[in-house]
DNA sequence: TGCCACATGTAACGCGTTACATGATTTA
DNA sequence: TAAATCATGTAACGCGTTACATGTGGCA
């Protein structure tokens, strides 16, 4: 449940409507929790009963201008505080290195170069972000969004030294299959 | 659909009923990914029927043996090789630091400071893993699992090290809201 | 006037979670 | 014979994805 979350979040800062929020979605939380359109207008019509979010204003072409109420933010500051034991960790990349010996050990090594470079393309990326801001003109999010940032940067550091290192660790194929059981 | 080849991958190494590939889960899969028994069961009967695997023994209690099949292998492999556009990446926790600010500097210190520390857990918990394995010995998944408890590792080192500087980085609060807009 | 951007909504489907439901075999 | 373990399955629900569906306002 942390859409609702970061629609509270993003509704924090000041009033918006749907079309507004989906902006911010796929400009600034696209790294950290991405969302789609229609789940978006469900969640906040969910909100909106649920009498954390209210209609503050009605403009032209049916758009409707949320604002956060206290309820809403009350349960925004439960939430932040509250860490509920964490999603477990799934990641279909890293499934497939445990399994990737059925492929041999050539392309094992590919795989895990394609792994490196990725993580390269990433990390341009998010050094772009950075550069492009005006971090300490920022008050929007306190900069906290510096912060998470910071945390991609180095996420993508060390999956590009670990595919180094994974690339030079990769496991010799067996002559055939050793199937000693 | 990678639950489908995470079976398909513990198949590939020998035959298994549902009953022991949910303690294979539980036991080498559970960081990589954790799978309940009712999705396993589940997903065993579609692979059946999209003769991806085949019942190769019965045994008591309704125990069904199942094993891989060419297409399935065919499958795995395909899978492996082909690493389709990642899962956007998606983590509640780090969602909680983009609206940190809205709790506070104090608390946002607590917050990260309990980051490091649930990491030094986890971090411990891969190194108990790490030393209590005989990896020269594990020809099962041909020393690739040792890669994988490698990522872990480091993600763990990276969160640790980056919540110490975050902790650092927290911005001041602001006087009450600057709401300059 | 025609297009683009604005703006909101619904429906179908897949996967993961929790809970429920049932029963056989071994072993203490 | 009672409990633990082995063993399989179904149902309800929530969230995310894709696709569909519709309509207005501004501007060139």
Redesign the pocket.
């Known amino acids: 449940?942390?859409?609702?979350h970061a629609l509270l979040g993003l509704l924090a800062e000041e009033p918006a409507?749907?079309?507004?929020l989906?902006g911010m979605f796929q400009r600034s939380l696209a790294h950290v929790w991405?969302?789609?359109?229609?789940?978006l207008?469900?969640?906040?019509?969910k909100l909106a009963a649920a009498d954390l979010i209210t209609v503050v204003a009605e403009?032209?072409?049916?758009?409707?201008?949320y604002a956060i109420t206290e309820a809403g933010h009350a349960e925004l500051v439960r939430w932040l505080l509250n860490p509920e034991r964490g999603t477990?960790h799934?990641s279909p990349e890293l499934l497939r290195v445990f399994f990737l010996h059925q492929a041999g050990a050539p392309a094992a090594r590919r795989y895990l170069e394609l792994w490196g470079e990725r993580f390269d393309g990433y990390h341009a990326e998010l050094t772009a972000l950075l550069e492009s801001t005006d971090w300490d003109n920022t008050t929007r999010y306190g900069g906290f969004g510096r912060l998470t940032l910071e945390w991609g940067l180095r996420y993508a550091e060390m999956n590009r030294e670990w595919a180094k290192w994974a690339v030079g660790h990769v496991p010799p194929d067996g002559p055939d299959r050793p199937d000693a059981d």
């Open positions: 449940m942390s859409l609702r409507s749907g079309y507004d989906l991405p969302a789609t359109q229609s789940q207008y469900t969640e906040l019509t403009g032209a072409r049916g758009r409707k201008e477990p799934r």
